[in-house]
T-cell receptor
Framework: AQSVAQPEDQVNVAEGNPLTVKCTYSVSGNPYLFWYVQYPNRGLQFLLK????DNLVKGSYGFEAEFNKSQTSFHLKKPSALVSDSALYFC???????????WGAGTKLIIKP | ETGVTQSPTHLIKTRGQQVTLRCSSQSGHNTVSWYQQALGQGPQFIFQ???????GRGNFPPRFSGLQFPNYSSELNVNALELDDSALYLC???????????FGPGTRLTVL
């Protein structure tokens, strides 16, 4: 079965430090990869996507993600965390045969001042 | 350009009843997807519509059905509600293809 795993329920980072939110996937073919963020009482917002090309993709709010095909991973990163980055982050994968998203369970990111 | 809107915001129903949730997609987006998000979990894909035709379906029973209309609005209908149907229901619109989806704020359904 196709699946997306976010192995950490919660990640705690001090403000100013780099952050990484992990995502691995098990999907056949060449999937499209996405990160979304969900703030409290707000809808899901798109951060970035990988379709093809450079393995490092840049997105909104200073976030970037690194695609690793051999490890089937798509980790979200940011060089310097802000308190305002605290939110729930979801990794999502779309198999190449259609555009319907398979989602991870989410990782709660907490940035402490 | 208006965003994706959903109505109602909250809804309380009893087991066995039927419910209709509504979504207004972003103008120009021919694709709408519906998701169920249980508390503390990621969204689960219910189905997708493209130009008023169902374009794929997740692992949900037939009592979950949908419609998409030419004016970029759509509906999710759930018959014979069960307690486990309590969740946040999200709709998302997008152009066809591997592009970002634009999500509405969701409808919180509680089944008692």
């Amino acid at each position: 079965a196709q699946s997306v795993a976010q192995p950490e329920d919660q990640v705690n980072v001090a403000e100013g430090n780099p952050l990484t939110v992990k995502c691995t996937y098990s999907v056949s073919g060449n999937p499209y990869l996405f990160w979304y963020v969900q703030y409290p009482n707000r809808g899901l917002q798109f951060l970035l996507k990988y379709i093809t090309g450079d393995n490092l993709v840049k997105g909104s709010y200073g976030f970037e993600a690194e695609f690793n095909k051999s490890q089937t991973s798509f980790h979200l990163k940011k060089p310097s965390a802000l308190v305002s980055d605290s939110a729930l982050y979801f990794c999502a994968v779309s198999p190449d045969s259609n555009y319907q998203l398979i989602w991870g369970a989410g990782t709660k990111l907490i940035i402490k001042p | 350009e208006t965003g994706v809107t959903q109505s109602p915001t909250h809804l309380i129903k009893t087991r066995g009843q039927q419910v209709t949730l509504r979504c207004s997609s972003q103008s120009g987006h021919n694709t709408v997807s519906w998701y169920q998000q249980a508390l503390g979990q990621g969204p689960q894909f219910i189905f997708q519509y493209y130009r008023e035709e169902e374009n794929g379906r997740g692992n949900f029973p037939p009592r979950f059905s949908g419609l998409q209309f030419p004016n970029y609005s759509s509906e999710l209908n759930v018959n014979a509600l069960e307690l486990d149907d309590s969740a946040l229901y999200l709709c998302a619109s997008s152009p066809l293809g591997p592009d970002e989806q634009f999500f509405g704020p969701g409808t919180r359904l509680t089944v008692l």
